[in-house]
Nanobody
């Protein structure tokens, strides 16, 4: 089970850090991803991280602004978001799965989502 938190309202140029807390003892064996869904749009990939944390990958739209990380000892993943833009406004979801993938279908477990709103 995953629990996403940390969303909120922020001005453009600001920062937020999202957290994804996992229950269970197998979190460290799963890759983790962050996805987002803006109103009226399909869910899209944001970032992914391998089970060890060594490998990361970002969508072009967030590369250089967002950083994905994880602390397996705490069963928690993070998404640090800097230089936020109004187009980053969306519900953000964390996910965990066996495959290190950009495809949402590859992930088995999903958090409930946390809303990020960036005002201009």
């Amino acid at each position: 089970q995953l629990q996403a938190s940390g969303g909120g309202l922020v001005q453009a140029g600001g920062s937020l850090r999202l957290s994804c807390a996992a229950s269970g003892r197998t979190f460290s064996s799963y890759a983790m991803g962050w996805f987002r869904q803006a109103p009226g749009k399909e869910r899209e990939f944001v970032a992914r991280i391998s089970w060890s944390g060594v490998l990361t990958y970002y969508s072009d739209s967030v590369k250089g602004r967002f950083t994905i990380s994880r602390d397996n000892a705490k069963n928690t993943g993070y998404l640090q978001m800097n230089s936020l833009k109004p187009e980053d406004t969306a519900v953000y979801y964390c996910a965990a799965g066996q495959d290190y993938s950009t495809r949402s279908e590859a992930y088995d477990y999903w958090g409930q989502g946390t809303l990020v709103t960036v005002s201009s």
